[in-house]
């Protein structure tokens, strides 16, 4: 359900209530700003008149002292369908406050609508914000709030500006907006940034989508220009309700780690920027308020509701109420890093680790849901961050011809992300990405024709290919194994297998001479494998030093080769194009002009443009995503590595993550509570491993008692293995176990 509380029945006894904690309270007179939704009928007056009480909440054995008040509220916004927004102001002077409630710690502010008014009117926890009286100014202030630390100081964005929200939705991947909190006193768990922010799938879209959005985070103003800091691929909880027509409303909440702050008890400025993962991503709406730091006000009463906007004008909002209340329902948002819902995917060791705040694997039997559309069984938030957090940054050459030719051409990454060699045995994520250009404009020719018509010769359209191959480690985390990267073909292929650390070397083709061998690491900026271009032909190559060794084609005693680097590094917009038997994207004409990814035979990089009807065009992009280089399949072991006969091994989480306990044929422990006598490792286990000759009985309760699993033995599960013992209902369920000889 969504977190908007509606107000409005016939006896006039809905309230809603905020409270607010003494760190949040402004010294001296207050003025409470009210922002939400009212829905007037026909033909009334669209003013709206709401009785509240304000003052000290009671605790224990102490009553609340409150005082009455009335506020009046007036449309701000044109009306939606789900309502007109309104908003209105009330001052409480420090005498006031003081008579009522004299060292007040707390402020207490409960909503009530006028008995008998034929209307409706709804909140959202940040529907109310307590200012300082002489701080309140109108613009920009009233949306930036200058309180105690839980609002920004300052708030920019070039995105969209409709109705008081700043929508990021350009192609380009421009939009952009930014947050700037000071004095934040950094808690040892670490700060809590809430989210509420509005998603829908393109112009006018429609409701349920969540908002995924990457976040650019730390103490540097450097984040606040796109660089520095870490970054954190989010994706939100739509909470809008079942049958609401806009349903764009989007929250969540995300821990960041105290070292990353300077540690707990510091005093920090905090910088966030936050831009769209993906050109086909979800549009989003952000304002000042959109993001606010510890927990928000609760609202409680009232009836479950929704509000939202439409790509071209909103309804409801409001800025946020501090503290907590008692008694009610918490509106919107997760606690801890992403979760109840709201994925986060973090980068780590310098761009070679993944790690996601929920299982990146779907349970068995929910493929195709709303959240895997392509029916792979992995989340689509996840492959959506993923692709978009791991993307190659390319560095191209200074005299590359796409630098004078862009806006008109254009380069995007067509991605997808796949199971290896399955899902039921997975080992690998492999992230694979087609590089669309609009030209390959050619080199010089040399007059050998094994090297004209591979290299010097143009042609409209150019597809390149970068494929990573993480490894699973489990559920929730992945490291970089190796990158692919393209490079030519036939006589001068120069293709390559890096791995994530060290140095590879690979072999490269030269026309009229020797194979010449190529070694180099991979490096990262930014947590982006850092790639080279080469110079109007767009091959790969891990470093510029690498891509001016190569030798294409052997004359004069030397040769010709590549030029790279010094034109600027570039992060490409990405397109998840989904799985071969289920598209995501197919027609990308919005980009290539009359082109597409999956059902066509080639690819022209669109006919509009610089496309010249006299050159030749390349091969189709899906033909790319839909497999994994020839080079890069056969070092990517299918099966693990398998343990010893006559053992097993027990894992406190899926995919074999966490700490194991090992056992043998004669192994058993009938209370796993006292293991070994020394350590309670009772209901924490969720995968297993069964080598040959071996068969164990698990049983749930202590002694041998209870439901029992078996006898199993590896025969009973591919390679041996139960990645996920809740998929057959014994997640967290072992308390003793025996194991004899098969």
């Known amino acids: 359900m969504g977190d908007w509380r509606w107000l409005g029945n016939e006896s006039g006894t809905g309230t809603i209530a905020w409270t607010f904690s003494d760190k949040r309270i402004p010294e001296g007179d207050i003025e409470l700003r009210f922002s939400g939704l009212a829905a007037f009928p026909p033909g009334s007056a669209a003013v709206l008149e709401l009785r509240l009480h304000y003052g000290q909440p009671g605790s224990g054995s102490t009553a609340a002292r409150l005082a009455e008040a009335s506020v009046t509220l007036s449309p701000t916004g044109a009306s939606a369908p789900v309502g007109t927004p309104v908003a209105g102001t009330l001052v409480i002077t420090q ?25 409706s009117v709804a909140f959202v ?20 709030g200058g309180g105690a630390g839980e609002q920004a100081a300052t708030y920019a964005s070039n995105g969209d500006l409709i109705q008081g929200w700043h929508w990021l939705r350009d192609a380009g991947l421009r939009h952009y907006a930014t947050w700037r909190f000071d004095d934040i006193a950094v808690p040892a768990n670490g700060l809590s940034l809430n989210f509420t922010f509005l998603a829908t799938d393109r112009v006018s879209g429609g409701p349920g989508v969540a908002a995924s959005f990457a976040l650019r985070y730390g103490a540097d103003p450097s984040v606040l220009e796109g660089r520095g800091g870490q970054v954190v691929a989010v994706s939100l909880v739509n909470v809008s309700p079942p049958g609401d027509t806009l349903g764009y409303l989007n929250q969540g909440s995300l821990r960041l780690p105290a070292a990353q702050l300077g540690g707990a008890g510091q005093s920090t400025a905090l910088y966030l920027r936050v831009e769209r993962l993906s ?17 928000g ?14 790509d071209e004008g909103t309804t409801g909002g409001g800025a946020t109420g501090d503290g907590t209340a008692g008694g009610g329902t918490t509106g919107g948002g997760t606690t801890g890093t992403g979760g109840d819902g709201t994925l986060t995917l973090t980068l780590s060791d310098g761009g070679r680790r993944v790690q996601t705040s929920l299982p990146f694997l779907l349970p068995s039997g929910s493929s195709g849901g709303a959240n895997d ?9 996840f492959e959506d961050a993923l692709l978009a957090r791991v993307a190659p940054k390319v560095e191209l050459d200074e005299e590359e011809d796409w630098l004078t030719a862009r806006p008109t051409d254009r380069v995007v990454h067509y991605g997808r992300v796949m199971s290896f060699p399955s899902r039921t045995r997975l080992r690998f994520i492999i992230v694979n990405y087609a590089t669309a250009w609009s030209r390959d404009y050619g080199r010089f020719a040399v007059g050998i024709d094994a ?15 970068v494929v990573e191959a993480w490894e699973v480690i489990d559920d929730h985390t992945l490291e970089l194994r190796y990158v692919f990267t393209s490079a030519h073909g036939d006589a001068t292929l120069h293709s390559g297998v890096w791995a994530a650390r060290g140095s590879s070397c690979n072999e490269g083709k030269v026309v009229l001479g020797v194979d010449q061998t190529l070694c180099s690491e991979l490096s990262f900026d930014d947590g982006h494998v850092l790639l080279q271009a080469s110079e109007d032909k767009h091959a790969y190559y891990p470093s510029a030093a690498t891509c001016e060794a190569v030798r294409l084609v052997f004359r004069l005693g030397t040769g010709f080769g590549e030029d790279c680097g010094g034109g600027g590094r570039f992060l490409f917009p990405v397109v998840n194009a989904g799985e071969p038997g289920a598209h995501l994207v197919d027609s990308i004409g919005d980009t290539f002009a009359h082109e597409f990814v999956w059902t066509t035979d080639q690819f022209c990089g669109g006919d509009d443009g610089s496309y010249n009807r006299s050159l030749p065009c390349v091969g189709a992009i899906g033909p790319k995503l839909a497999s994994l280089p020839d080079m890069l399949e056969p070092m990517l072991p299918r099966i693990p590595k398998t343990i010893a006969a006559g053992t097993g091994e027990l894992y406190e989480h899926r995919m074999f993550g966490g700490f194991s306990v090992g056992f043998r044929v004669g192994s058993s422990e009938r209370d796993m509570t006292r293991y070994q006598g020394q350590i309670n490792l009772n209901d924490v286990f969720s995968s297993l491993k069964l080598g040959s000759g071996i068969a164990c009985t698990f049983y749930a309760d202590v002694n041998f008692g209870g439901q029992h699993l078996g006898p199993v033995t590896a025969a009973d599960a591919v390679d041996g293995e139960w990645r996920d013992l809740s998929t057959i209902g014994w997640n967290d369920r072992i308390s003793s176990f025996v194991c004899a000889g098969n």
């Not at 006000?297 to 439409?310: N, Q, V």
């Open 95 to 119: 005498a006031q406050l003081a008579a009522l409630a004299p060292g007040a710690t707390k402020l207490v502010v409960r909503l009530n609508q006028v008995d008998n008014q034929d209307l």
């Open 125 to 144: 926890r940040q529907g109310l914000v307590a200012l300082p009286s002489s701080d309140a100014s109108s613009g920009e202030q009233s949306e930036t």
């Open 279 to 295: 050109a086909k991503g979800p549009h989003i709406a952000v304002r000042a308020i959109a993001i606010t730091i510890g927990n």
């Open 297 to 310: 006000g609760t609202t409680t009463g009232g009836e479950t509701s929704d509000g939202g906007t439409t």
């Open 373 to 381: 559309p392509d029916k792979d069984g992995l989340r689509q938030d």
């Open 451 to 465: 090297y004209d018509k591979t290299v010097a010769i143009r042609h409209n359209g150019d597809v390149e290919r």
